[in-house]
């Protein structure tokens, strides 16, 4: 497969990912937040069987195995029942924009773990991606402060279990990236997810699944979101421009505000996609702050 298709691919699976907070918020408002969530899992979990295939376990080194299975499943239903207890659409876009605090936690756990001290423009730049997450929660409804606690309040699980879902998925990727070796989990990983929404769909009371055309079209495009996404985002990062990648993740809040806006009719004002902007630029100057100079070879000039 040559670079450029690789690097095709990767950029749809920013697209595709850029989905999830609108579809999600609507499929568990059909079939529930768990069981919403065990359907997507489920057949998302199909889909990975068929492009990427079951994985040989066997070959995974134990600890990827084991740290990598509880960070990613506990990431996972912390984000589908984040965005399927929201009691709104402005929650969910919200909570969704929460979850995209990760790439800045993820370069700060990466620091921190290696035994060095964050630079100054790192700490500015999460600074800034927690200014843009209170300009969201504020609303720029009078006293910043006040307004982003009453908001708060209203949901507190929701909210925290998007803050939560954040710092544990920053953990995985930092985590795993060590323990992997090659290795990739994510189809074992989504049927353990599902099977563990499923357990709680069992043995908690539930609302009834509600099968319609409406909700099966969204279930089946939220499967692909998730499944496609996940396929097409390792092939990018495999054999793709992976500085390109990377660069046009961090603005994944902002388009998948944009689409989720759209999907569920909600309008956002000003004030929010000031937050949002401030969440991704927040991102880019944390990746900026965290970037190793590299020495000049001979014959280069550095321009």
Same mark, same amino acid.
Request: charged share 5%; hydrophobic share 50%; glycine share 12%.
């Given at each position: ?119 100054? !423009? ?5 600074? +800034? &991606?927690? @200014?843009?997450? /209170?300009?969201? $929660?504020? #609303?720029?409804? *009078? ?104 660069? !046009? ?5 902002? +388009? &998948?505000? @944009?689409?989720? /806006?759209?999907? $569920?009719? #909600?309008?956002? *004002? ?34």
């Amino acid at each position: 497969m040559t670079s450029s298709r690789a690097t095709l691919l990767g950029i749809s699976a920013i697209l595709l990912w850029s989905t999830i907070v609108g579809l999600m918020r609507q499929v568990t408002f059909y079939f529930g937040p768990v069981g919403g969530s065990a359907l997507v899992y489920s057949a998302a979990s199909a889909l990975l069987v068929l492009t990427i295939g079951f994985p040989k376990v066997k070959n995974f080194p134990k600890g990827y195995l084991y740290l990598g299975t509880l960070l990613f499943v506990a990431y996972e239903i912390c984000l589908s029942l984040s965005l399927g207890f929201s009691t709104s659409n402005i929650q969910a876009i919200q909570i969704g924009l929460i979850n995209y605090l990760w790439p800045s936690m993820t370069l700060l756990l990466a620091v921190l773990l290696n035994g060095q001290r964050p630079k100054c !423009l790192m700490l500015l730049g999460i600074a +800034i &991606s927690m @200014l843009g997450i /209170s300009q969201v $929660l504020g #609303q720029g409804q *009078g006293n910043l402060w006040q307004s982003m606690l009453a908001n708060l309040r209203e949901n507190p699980l929701s909210y925290g279990l998007a803050f939560f879902g954040a710092i544990i998925w920053s953990l995985y990727c930092v985590l795993t990236k060590r323990l992997a070796k090659g290795c990739n989990g994510i189809t074992l990983y989504f049927m353990l997810t599902a099977i563990s929404l499923w357990s709680g769909f069992l043995l908690t009371p539930q609302p009834h699944l509600d099968f319609t055309a409406t909700s099966i079209g969204a279930l089946c495009l939220l499967a692909c979101a998730m499944g496609l996404g996940y396929a097409a985002w390792n092939t990018g990062i495999l054999h793709g421009n992976i500085r390109l990648l990377a660069t !046009l993740s961090y603005f994944i809040p902002v +388009i &998948s505000s @944009l689409f989720s /806006s759209v999907w $569920l009719s #909600q309008p956002l *004002g000003g004030i929010f996609w000031i937050g949002a902007l401030l969440v991704c630029g927040g991102s880019l100057v944390c990746w900026v702050g965290g970037e190793k100079k590299r020495p000049l070879k001979s014959g280069q000039d550095g321009s």
